[in-house]
């Protein structure tokens, strides 16, 4: 079994900055990718970044310049940097990782909530 455990979540004023950690154990075999996402009240998930093996990344427009995703490959474990932190980005942020290589399978933590307050 794989466990995704989240933690940095919590509430600061706007352009305030946090750290979201996901520490990934179980039956490992090989991380593809790790990535955030975020759910607000009244809205549908959405991808916030990702961070594959190779060091490459993606943003959602909304992030960009803002969030800096990371990955420490010897430790299994991803990080998301939240600099100038805006009201609109309150939401419960999800870690998610795909693990393969073969019969690549998706997993998800528990979330975490994040708010800002103007």
């Known amino acids: 079994q794989v466990q995704l455990v989240e933690s940095g979540g919590g509430l600061v004023q706007a352009g305030g900055s946090l750290r979201l950690s996901c520490a990934v154990s179980?039956?490992?075999?090989?991380?593809?990718?790790m990535g955030w996402y975020r759910q607000a009240p009244g809205k549908e998930r959405e991808q916030v970044a990702t961070?594959?093996?190779?060091?490459?990344?993606y943003y959602a427009s909304s992030v960009k310049g803002r969030f800096t995703i990371s990955r420490d490959n010897a430790k299994n474990t991803g990080y998301l940097q939240m600099n100038s932190l805006k009201p609109e980005d309150t939401a419960v942020y999800y870690c998610?990782?795909?693990?393969?290589?073969?019969?690549?399978?998706?997993?998800w933590g528990q979330g975490t909530q994040v708010t800002v307050s103007s």
């Open positions: 961070v594959f093996r190779s060091g490459s990344t």
């Open positions: 998610s990782v795909v693990i393969g290589p073969s019969n690549p399978k998706n997993y």
């Open positions: 179980g039956s490992i075999f090989s991380i593809n990718t």
